[in-house]
Structures are given as C-alpha cells and as structure tokens.
C-alpha cells in the first residue's frame, strides 16, 4: 500500500486493470471446482493424468502445494472448506453431493483424502470416507509423519506416535 | 526436579526479582499482602503456562506495564533446563510466548517440563464443589505427566464442540457426521477415560494411608474413586471403547432431544467417601480439608511414580487450613520431598531447608 501511494497514478491504474482482468477470467472449474480461466481447467482436460485417482482437497490452493510436488499425476476435487458446525460448516455447505455425483460418473479406483491433520480434516476426511467407501472405492488418506530434514529429538510425541502407526516395511 | 533459580520481570508486584531457591522445603513467610502467594503463583506458571488462581492471565501483568516474564533454571533428571514464559496484554487478550532453553516452542512442547502439585486454599471446595473442579484437577496433572493425554483432551474438547453445534442445529442434521463425530470422540474419549482410571486408582491407594497417619483410624478409610460416565470396569482399551460406543448409541435419541451431548468423560467425576459415605454430604469441614491434602501428596506421589522423578510441591496457605497436630503431620510428611515451596504468615515451627522473608516484593532468605 505504502509502496503504491509513492507510484506514478499510471502504474497503479495499470495494476487495478490487471486486477479486474484477473477478476472477469478466473472462474471455478466446472469439473473440479479449482481455480481457472478455461473451463474445465487444464488438469481436468490432460488426458496423461490418471483419471483413476481423485484427490480431494479443501481449498484450490492445496492443489498448488500438492502439485510443486509432481508427485501425483491424478485428479483434483475441491471441497470448499472443511466440516464445522461451530461456523456453520456441514456436508451442506461443502461439495459433497457433487462430490459423489463425480465419483459416480468418473468411478475412480482410488479416493485420496487430503485434508489438513487438524480436528476439522480428520473428520472431514472420516465422514467423506463413510459415504465413499459403500461405493466400492478404495479411500486412502495423506499420512502423517516427521519432517523431512527434521530430528527424531525435536519431533512432538504425537507427530512421531502417528507416524509410528503408519510406518512401512522396508 | 528442582528449581534453581527464578527471575520475574514486571509479575504482579514484582517488578523485578532474581530468586535462588535450595533443594528441600523453602518457606516463603511474611506478613500479609507482600507478595508470597504471587511469588508461588509465578513458580506455577513457570512449570504450567498457566495461573493457578485466575483464568484472566493479564491480571499477572504489573499493572501499567505491557509484558510480565518469568523464567527459570531447572533440575531435571534429564539435565538442566530453562524455561521462560512471557505474557504479552494485546487488545485481543493476553498472548503467551514459551521458551525452552532458549529456542521458541509450543504450548503442547512446553508443558510437563518443570512438573508442579499445587495446593491453594480455593482447592478445599473440590470435595464439595461442582464436579468441573475435580475434572480441572484430573486434566492439569494428568496433561503434564503425558503429551497424549493433553492431546487427546484437547481433540475430544474440539470435538465435543462441534458435535454439539450438530446437535443445537448449527448446520442441517446429519446422521454420518453425528456418527463421524462420535467415533473420534470414542477414540480420543477411551485414551481420557484409561489414563484417569489407573491415575484415581493409584491416587486412592497412596491417599488412604495418608489421611489414616494424620486423623487417626476413627474416622474410617479415605476412598477416592473414579465416577466414570462411561463404564470403564472392563479391562481392555477396546472393550472401554466398546461401552463407550454402546452408551452413545442409547444416549442418541435423548441427545438429539436436549441438543447437547450426555455421554462421555467430560461428565466423569472423582468421588471422596470416608468409609460408606460420601466425603461431600456428611464430612466435617476439618475431614474435608484433610482429605483434600491427602488428596494432593497422593497426587505428588503418583506424578513421581509415573515419572521417576518428583514434580514441584507449591503449597499456599497450607498451614493456616491445620490445627497444631496436624500441621506438625503435614510438614514431617512433606520434608523429605525433593522441593516445595510452602507460604506462611508465621515462622514455621518444624525444621525446613530455608526460609525467605517475603516484604513488599522483596525476597531474603532468613534461615
Ligand atoms: N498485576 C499486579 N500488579 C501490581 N501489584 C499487584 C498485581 N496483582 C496483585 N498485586 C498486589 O500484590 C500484592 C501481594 O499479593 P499476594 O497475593 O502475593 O500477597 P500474600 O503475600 O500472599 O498475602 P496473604 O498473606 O494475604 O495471602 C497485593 O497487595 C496486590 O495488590
Ligand atoms: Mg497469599
Ligand atoms: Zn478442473
């Protein structure tokens, strides 16, 4: 702010054109409710990506960490926030319905449930699980685990008592 | 454990103050209004994070001042460790900022560091009072001798909340969230339920011993036992957590009608009788209060066990709660812990490993 109140008047009309611009192109994906200018977006229309995976993820800009990964070469939903009653937050008020309605149509063979590890992600991720699971697809959920670069010292007992329950064979 | 040093920057009427406590009993004596109860308060917090006399943590503030900090060396069997806990008055409410040697940390990283049993006068209302003080009793202690069982306090707290904006109509009913909801609540709710079973078990064992050395057999046995609302005389975690599930479902339909929650250990209570009965409906005031200090050095004993090393004795106007023969009972009882710190008005009569002068806000040591 106190950077633009020392710009040229061009410039700061320059960049509230460009926020408009910004404003009247971006829209939700019909598909997937992310954040784009064409619709469907282009993850939904990349036909090298894995139609058989879905991962569903609270906010549009959870698929932005999830993809500076390039871990994962599925689908994205996104759910509109997490469950919480307290600020008014239920399955209404989330894309649930649509949510199942795209895994009738699309019938993946995996659901990825990436909600964050706090109260709210859990439950979001154990009651989407209960209303998925009937439907014969497979639900799985991120694990939780230690710091990559962090010491075995400084993890919280909860953090290393999870990742504890969710180790792997090596 | 032991404290070793202690330093109050702008702490209630300390506006600063270096204190070296020894090893042993520290009497902190003085006349009324100088500043002992503050002092034992900030030890509390210290070890806490948190007031043992008010939930309002800007009144620890020195009035007119915009920070209080206290922060202190310990003795632990692990090695020595500092801790610092400062207190910051925003218009939002009071920010609190934990340190441990040093280096910023979380609440949940700082508590059970420097572990305290904490006796002040207010505590004699948990023998009659509602059963939220004797539940605030279970959690403080039991939270810090174990990060899982404060985590799981606050996860069932969290849930229970949502759960019952579901039920009061914060969001359209729905069957699979009420269900979701009560499945993390048995989750968390079975670890809350084991982990003070085996506490009051242990606090009942090493109570009744004591309260019969200081009032004598004619009183007849102190008991404490655990009121668990959800059964919890079955062995295993999961048939706790079977009963706990069985009892949310016939509760199901009262809850919908009353719009709030009725099952869990959030209505667990811990029950004090004196033979048959009950300690509330018909111990004499002086039985009460005996039992409540048994209740407190079973509580010290127990959080040693657990741990292996003793946790910080603070005890606020213990010694005016007593008549002369059991005052005299308490503090042999109390000598041979690691360290406690004991307010008085008078010289204490018993011999103790020093004793402060406590004057407005100044702190010598006497003796
Ligand atoms: N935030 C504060 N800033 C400055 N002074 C305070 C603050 N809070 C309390 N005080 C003062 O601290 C004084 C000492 O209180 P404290 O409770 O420690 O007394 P005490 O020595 O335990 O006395 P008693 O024997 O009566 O229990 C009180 O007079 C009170 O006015
Ligand atoms: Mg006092
Ligand atoms: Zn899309």
Redesign the interface.
């Known amino acids: 702010m106190f950077y633009l109140l020392n710009r040229p008047r061009a410039e700061a009309e320059a960049l509230a054109e460009a926020i408009i611009a910004v404003k009247d192109r971006v829209r939700l994906c019909s598909r997937c409710f992310s954040l784009t200018e064409e619709d469907p977006c282009a993850i939904c229309t990349d036909v090298r990506r894995d139609a058989g995976l879905l991962c569903v993820v609270a906010e549009a800009k959870d698929i932005f960490s999830l993809e500076r990964t390039s871990a994962f070469r599925g689908r994205y939903y996104v759910l509109g926030g997490l469950m919480s009653p307290m600020d008014g937050v239920g399955p209404a008020q989330l894309r649930v319905k649509e949510l199942i309605a795209r895994i009738g149509e699309d019938a993946p063979r995996e659901v990825i449930i990436a909600t964050n590890p706090n109260a709210e992600g859990e439950v979001t991720a154990l009651y989407l699980s209960k209303l998925i699971a009937p439907l014969g697809i497979s639900v799985t959920r991120l694990a939780y685990g230690l710091p990559i670069g962090g010491d075995l010292d400084y993890a919280d007992e909860i953090t290393l008592a999870k990742s504890l329950e969710g180790r792997r064979s090596l | 454990m032991r404290l070793t040093g202690l330093t109050l920057a702008d702490v209630r009427n300390y506006s600063a103050l270096e204190f070296e406590p020894v090893p042993g009993v520290n009497v902190l004596a003085g006349p009324n209004a100088q500043g002992k109860s503050n002092l034992l308060e900030a030890i509390g917090l210290l070890g806490t994070g948190k007031s043992f006399r008010t939930s309002r943590e800007s009144e620890l503030i020195a009035w007119g001042m915009p920070l209080a900090s206290v922060s202190g060396t310990a003795a632990l069997a692990a090695g020595t460790v500092r801790l610092a806990c400062t207190l910051a008055a925003s218009a939002a409410g009071t920010r609190k900022i934990y340190t441990v040697n040093g280096g910023r940390v979380g609440y949940?990283?700082y508590l059970g560091r420097l572990r305290v049993v904490t006796f002040v006068p207010a505590h004699l209302q948990l023998v009659g009072g509602p059963p939220a003080l004797r539940r605030s009793l279970l959690n403080a202690a039991l939270s810090q001798e174990s990060?899982?069982y404060y985590?799981a306090l606050a996860?069932y707290a969290?849930?229970l909340?949502?759960?019952n904006?579901?039920l009061r109509g914060?969001?359209?009913p729905?069957e699979?969230?009420l269900?979701?909801?009560d499945?993390?609540l048995v989750a968390s709710g079975t670890a809350i339920v084991l982990a003070r079973r085996a506490f009051i078990a242990s606090l009942d064992e090493r109570a009744s011993p004591v309260y019969r050395r200081w009032a004598g057999g004619a009183d007849g046995e102190l008991h404490l036992g655990y009121a668990a609302n959800v059964p919890c005389d079955v062995p295993t975690a999961d048939a706790v957590a079977a009963a706990f599930t069985q009892r949310l479902a016939d509760a199901r339909f009262a809850e919908a009608q009353r719009k709030t929650s009725l099952v869990g250990p959030h209505r667990d209570d811990l029950e004090f009788r004196l033979g048959e009965r009950a300690l509330a409906a018909f111990g004499s005031q002086g039985q009460q209060r005996t039992a409540v200090l048994a209740l407190k050095v079973a509580e010290h004993a127990t959080l040693e066990a657990y741990a292996g090393e003793a946790p910080l004795l603070l005890l606020d106007d213990v010694l005016s709660e007593l008549d002369a023969e059991r005052r005299r009972a308490f503090l042999e009882g109390v000598a041979g812990v690691e360290q406690a710190f004991i307010t008085s008005t008078g010289a204490v009569d018993t011999p103790v490993a020093a004793t402060f002068s406590v004057r407005a806000a100044r702190v010598e040591r006497v003796a």
Do not use: C
């Open positions: 949940s990283h990060p899982a985590a996860n969290k849930h909340a949502q759960k904006a579901l914060g969001v359209s729905d699979d969230l269900a979701t909801y499945e993390r």
